[in-house]
């Protein structure tokens, strides 16, 4: 009987029949709206219908949106409707960073690794396959890959350059330097060995590259763990309109010689390349310069925007203690002596510096901001302070960061208290006073509770007569973002607590004292 009822409602105009009617009507319109962009609503007056204005917009803009999010984010759009199902794959910017995998890669067997090394490669190569747009401006690709993956590598960058790449990144990490891939010299058209005259583009192979036309739009280029030669990077300098250029943990990289009066680059940063020994810029716009290793031959000519240097010195290990070569700020100065008094922006690494009392620091008549990392717990922190401050007398902003390695030395038999005595009253009372009438913003990063971090601060209060502004940062600048453990973050409590307790009350009231 009830299935009777069934076969006889669906021939009767029946209000229960009609309500069915409605809602498979409204099904079938909200399916056809879905494709246009239409959406629609009901309340008790009747049903609404919206337009989705955004989905109407051109393709360009749409691809423009797309381009601002993460890759995976603007490939999730794909689902919203037929309309937006494939503009995912003409996005501009092509960002691969495995951020869930990689956080605890280093901790899983190396089988998984490995696994989550060709799951990573399969992700890339499957968006570069079906990318159909005909430019983008940045390919980034960030994971734990070496040269076992020299083959997909090389036809990401091919086809990077293909599509006129602007911002190109390969930021590797390998567990032995020379495991390294390594930036090809076919890529550029260029044989293994090339001298310094094949660098100019007159070559007929890289005119008639098709790489070689993408190099044209190249404006960034960061490797990291990437193996690039010296002629390689010599010819990117010199061929394309590259303005910012980073290399770091590069074998290999022996000597940089860039000698052009017409590059474009402005930004040059190396960082631990263990084979380097010579860097040569002659007749070049460059505007700032980083260098993170040992000491080198640094040769710097013509070169009159020159604004902005940071150094990092790093001491030649040895296992004889006694046969260490010592790091000190003379090298660099000496190398940096016609340049530095047109400086506006210096950053330095005294940690492993040993002070020369005897040495006359060079006048920085132009440096507006000064960078100095030090490990305050030795009283050559506070003369290297000193000294710095009397050579900068029209310096405004001073940022020091504050290496404080308190598990070292107590594993030297040195306790808290101890510790406190490293940098004594006397010999805070010896450093001569430089009263500075120009130093208006203060900012001390990796803040610690120890008085021998305080004493930095103190001296610093009644140094700088003009200031305005005290920043307290506990967050170590080696210990940003996700890798931070739980003692950190308790010494950062404590820290906090320290200088609220100890030093605000000394800052005169005329000064904006912040704690982060």
């Known amino acids: 009987m009830k299935n009777r009822g069934c076969r006889t409602s669906q021939f009767l105009p029946n209000k229960k029949h009609e309500k069915r009617s409605k809602t498979k009507k409204k099904e079938n319109l909200g399916k056809k709206q879905k494709d246009k962009g239409e959406f629609s609503s009901g ?220 590059i474009a680059w402005k930004y040059l940063a190396i960082e631990n390349c263990p084979d380097l020994k010579t860097i040569e810029i002659c007749n070049a716009d460059i505007v700032s310069f980083t260098y993170i290793g040992v000491a080198i031959n640094l040769l710097l000519s013509n070169v009159p925007l020159l604004a902005e240097v940071s150094i990092t010195e790093l001491e030649i290990e040895s296992n004889n203690f006694f046969d260490s070569i010592t790091v000190s700020v003379e090298l660099p100065f000496t190398q940096l002596s016609c340049y530095l008094s047109q400086l506006k922006y210096l950053t330095m690494d005294i940690s492993e510096a040993v002070y020369n009392q005897d040495y006359v620091f060079p006048i920085l008549a132009n440096l507006k901001y000064l960078e100095l990392i030090c490990e305050p717990h030795y009283a050559s922190a506070l003369r290297y302070l000193t000294s710095f401050m009397k050579a900068s007398p029209y310096l405004q902003r001073l940022v020091l960061k504050m290496n404080i390695i308190t598990s070292w030395l107590e594993e030297m038999g040195i306790g808290k208290t101890g510790m406190e005595e490293i940098v004594t009253t006397e010999q805070m009372e010896a450093v001569a006073k430089c009263p500075h009438h120009e130093l208006k913003v203060i900012e001390i990063v990796g803040y610690r509770a120890r008085r021998f971090a305080a004493k930095h601060v103190i001296l610093l209060l009644k140094n700088a007569v003009a200031l305005e502004k005290l920043v307290i940062d506990p967050v170590r600048h080696r210990s940003r973002g996700p890798s931070m453990v739980k003692e950190d973050i308790d010494e950062e409590m404590k820290a906090r607590n320290h200088a609220m307790k100890h030093l605000k009350k000394i800052v005169p009231s005329t000064v904006n004292f912040v704690c982060l």
């Not at 797309?66 to 199902?85: D, F, G, I, N």
């Not at 192979?205 to 990437?226: A, D, E, P, W, Y």
Request: with cysteine; glycine share 4%.
């Open 43 to 262: 309340d008790r007056n009747g049903g609404v219908s919206y337009v989705d204005r955004i989905s109407e917009l051109p393709d360009g803009i749409l691809v423009s949106i797309l381009s601002c999010l993460l890759l995976k984010e603007a490939a999730a759009t794909s689902v919203l409707s037929r309309r937006w199902r494939d503009l995912w794959a003409s996005t501009m910017n092509l960002n691969f960073e495995d951020e869930k995998n990689s956080r605890d890669f280093k901790e899983v067997k190396p089988n998984i690794q490995h696994r989550k090394r060709r799951s990573f490669v399969s992700l890339v190569d499957r968006a570069v396959q079906q990318h159909t747009g005909p430019l983008i401006e940045r390919f980034r690709a960030c994971f734990f890959l070496d040269r076992r993956f020299a083959r997909s590598i090389d036809g990401w960058i091919e086809f990077a350059m293909k599509k006129r790449v602007q911002i190109l990144e390969l930021e590797f990490s390998a567990a032995n330097v020379k495991d390294n891939y390594t930036f090809s010299h076919e890529l550029l058209g260029l044989e293994t060995g090339s001298t310094r005259k094949d660098l100019h583009s007159g070559i007929p192979s890289l005119r008639s590259s098709g790489c070689s036309i993408g190099f044209k739009s190249l404006k960034v280029l960061n490797l990291r763990h990437v193996n690039v030669a010296g002629e390689v990077l010599e010819y990117l300098l010199m061929n394309c309109p590259v303005e910012r250029v980073s290399v770091v943990a590069a074998k290999n990289l022996v000597d940089i010689r860039v000698v052009s009066p017409s």
